[in-house]
């Protein structure tokens, strides 16, 4: 039976910018970088506690995907603090954090334009 999601794809227009973003900025470990056909790469990379890794590539005929909103949820312990620690790396959000009686949230924007939501409980 099926055990776990194994990975999520992020669509991305350049790889190496993307790369840089997620391990300089958000701080992912990359698993595998290999070559996947002329001028790709298979981009695989880790995040701290999680056991599904996230994959920086763009499949053909995808390509319209790349700066959208993201349909997945980034998870932290402190969403206020995650705001201010991204912040000053230079990343980008629409907005401050909001609190909701769901959960705290804020939507943060990667290299290539794609939205994501980061929150906590």
Same mark, same amino acid.
């Given at each position: 039976m099926?055990?776990?999601?194994k990975?999520?794809?992020?669509p991305?227009?350049?790889?190496?910018?993307?790369?840089?973003?997620?391990t %300089?900025?958000?701080?992912?470990?990359?698993?595998?970088?290999?070559?996947?056909?002329?001028?790709?790469?298979?981009? %695989?990379?880790?995040?701290?506690?999680?056991?599904?890794?996230?994959?920086?590539f763009?499949? %053909?005929g995808?390509?319209?995907?790349?700066?959208?909103?993201?349909?997945?949820?980034?998870?932290?312990?402190?969403? %206020?603090?995650?705001?201010?620690?991204l912040?000053?790396?230079?990343?980008?959000?629409?907005?401050?954090?909001?609190k909701?009686?769901?959960?705290?949230?804020?939507?943060?924007?990667?290299?290539?334009?794609?939205?994501?939501?980061?929150?906590?409980?």
């Amino acid at each position: 039976m099926i055990t776990h999601l194994k990975f999520m794809s992020i669509p991305v227009q350049d790889q190496d910018r993307a790369l840089k973003f997620y391990t %300089e900025k958000l701080g992912f470990k990359v698993a595998t970088n290999q070559e996947m056909g002329p001028g790709k790469r298979w981009i %695989e990379l880790r995040i701290e506690k999680a056991q599904t890794r996230v994959v920086l590539f763009t499949m %053909e005929g995808e390509e319209g995907r790349i700066g959208t909103r993201m349909n997945c949820s980034l998870a932290c312990d402190d969403v %206020e603090a995650t705001y201010r620690q991204l912040s000053e790396r230079g990343v980008e959000f629409l907005g401050p954090p909001q609190k909701q009686p769901w959960g705290s949230f804020v939507i943060m924007k990667d290299s290539e334009g794609n939205q994501f939501v980061v929150g906590s409980d």
